[in-house]
T-cell receptor
Framework: NAGVTQTPKFQVLKTGQSMTLQCAQD?????MSWYRQDPGMGLRLIHY???????DQGEVPNGYNVSRSTTEDFPLRLLSAAPSQTSVYFC??????????FGPGTRLTVT | GENVEQHPSTLSVQEGDSAVIKCTYS??????FPWYKQELGKRPQLIID???NVGEKKDQRIAVTLNKTAKHFSLHITETQPEDSAVYFC???????????WGAGTKLIIKP
């Protein structure tokens, strides 16, 4: 099993650009989520999904969109990048009330 | 809303000594409590977890205790080693749901 995969590993964007961060898992987990982690800080939940076709907002959803068309994939779209979105983005997946498996992260810089 | 408080934010211990990190949660319906370790530049990884029907769980040098009445749970690391240096996060399930509510993290420094 590959577990949770994320692409790209690194990305530099200019203010106002848009992009999609990819996340995929091969463990048939119902739950998938996106977190952002600013330097020296904790994990903040952006959006999450409890199954295909179902998404909901987390703690810091503004400026981000998600969709879940399949169990495996959960892309995160940045609509119009801002310097405040410079961060490391982690995707995670799990079953209910079980270990969340994290992807390796995407390091995003917005200039 | 629900929250998880984690203390201390930084903990420095001599190699070979024990380290204890404490968390308090607010949601009385929480029933799953994982601990994650995050090394610099890496992803968080589960090191131990406990469910509400258990008071204590041990895995070699790591143990977790849970006091449901007081809504406290703690991570204990014995005989600390340099490779234990990392940031540790506690979390509590949001009710019996999928979501986790995260503590702010503890930076553990092991002094040689």
């Amino acid at each position: 099993n590959a577990g949770v995969t994320q692409t790209p590993k690194f990305q530099v964007l200019k203010t106002g650009q848009s992009m999609t961060l990819q996340c995929a898992q091969d463990m048939n987990h119902e739950y998938m989520s996106w977190y952002r982690q600013d330097p020296g800080m904790g994990l903040r939940l952006i959006h999450y999904s409890v199954g295909a076709g179902i998404t909901d907002q987390g703690e810091v959803p503004n400026g981000y969109n998600v969709s879940r068309s399949t169990t495996e994939d959960f892309p995160l779209r940045l609509l119009s990048a801002a310097p405040s979105q410079t961060s490391v983005y982690f995707c995670a997946s799990s079953y209910r009330n079980s270990e969340q498996y994290f992807g390796p992260g995407t390091r995003l810089t917005v200039t | 809303g629900e929250n998880v408080e984690q203390h201390p934010s930084t903990l420095s211990v001599q190699e070979g000594d024990s380290a204890v990190i404490k968390c308090t949660y607010s949601d009385s319906a929480s029933n799953y409590f994982p601990w994650y370790k995050q090394e610099l530049g890496k992803r968080p990884q589960l090191i131990i977890d406990i469910r509400s029907n258990v008071g204590e769980k041990k895995d070699q040098r790591i143990a977790v205790t849970l006091n449901k009445t007081a809504k406290h749970f703690s991570l204990h690391i014995t005989e600390t080693q340099p490779e234990d240096s990392a940031v540790y996060f506690c979390a509590a399930s949001k009710g019996s749901n999928y979501q986790l509510i995260w503590g702010a993290g503890t930076k553990l420094i092991i002094k040689p």
